[in-house]
């Protein structure tokens, strides 16, 4: 980005900083923003700010930032003692605060008195409904959820999702905003519970649970069909574009073959829902910790999962869907 259109361009706020608000400041501020900071918290505050430094001199040790992208970087963040600092002349808070209804409720009511009138209040809810947290407030038309994957400054997809007052403008800037950073907003045009990445997410789970507990396969065996199978396929093609090249005559010949197979299938899923007691619990952790190492060793999974999710969405782009 140029320097020019940079300076144009008026500030953003993250509003908590916790795992998820931390990675927004990342991707904000990579992409040239002046990015305000704020979290009730300040302690919490400080450490999203030492983790962004750590993990800045990660990269630049690993090449893929300059040491002056980086002071660049690090110089665009700003932290904020109180939330109208924070929020003076943005266009664009992205909310991190807790998942609690009541909480992002209080939240939006702070947002919506102290930031300016244009300024769009999109939040990272993972499952809460814009119609109920703008619920009452006088700028609900500008308020809007913007669901990250974790960690957003690593993974590109948000999902973005009006609430019932949210105006049309509200949802084209937001997503502009989101594609102008370099994410990749979806937008969705209906509320469901979970949304709809974490509804596909939790109908594998569940699955993925019951080939466990029913003693089809072992947690390693579940793991690798999806490291060394499903998911090698879908970090380039979804499930529909799979299906697509999964008979010479696309989707339609797909279904027609093996429509009446899949139907056989999802009627055998096992429909129940896991209890997650604590027993079942100890069984698949224990099986996981087995496969992965002790939680001491998270960390280091994280960094080289980060780095190849990095080196893959470069060849991705150099080499993009035909
Ligand atoms: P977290 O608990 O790590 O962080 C929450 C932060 O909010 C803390 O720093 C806390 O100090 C701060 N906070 C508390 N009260 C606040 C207030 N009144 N105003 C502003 N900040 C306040 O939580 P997280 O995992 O970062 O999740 C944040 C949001 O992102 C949630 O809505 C969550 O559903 C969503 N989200 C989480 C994930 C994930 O995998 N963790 C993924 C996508 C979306």
Redesign the pocket.
Known sequence: MSRARARSQRPVAV???????RSWIQVFARAGRETRVY???PI?ARRALDWLAADLADAVAQGVMSRHAERELRRRVSLHPDLPSALSGVEYVQE????RLE?KQ??YRELDRHAARRAVLA?????LDMTRIADGLAGASRCIVA????PPHVIPAVEVLPGAATTPAVVTRTCRLLSSLGQSPVLLRKYAVGFALNRMQAALVREAIDLVESGVTDVNGVDALIRDGLGLRWALLGPFGVGHGNADGGLREYYAKYGSAYIGLMNALNPATPSFDDAMVDRLATGTEKMEGSVKKIPQILAWRDRLVRELRTLKSGDPHP
């Open positions: 509003v908590g900083t916790g795992v998820i608000g979290d009730p918290d919490q991190s605060g807790p998942e909480v209080a939240i939040s990272s809810t993972s499952a669901h990250p994957v974790n």
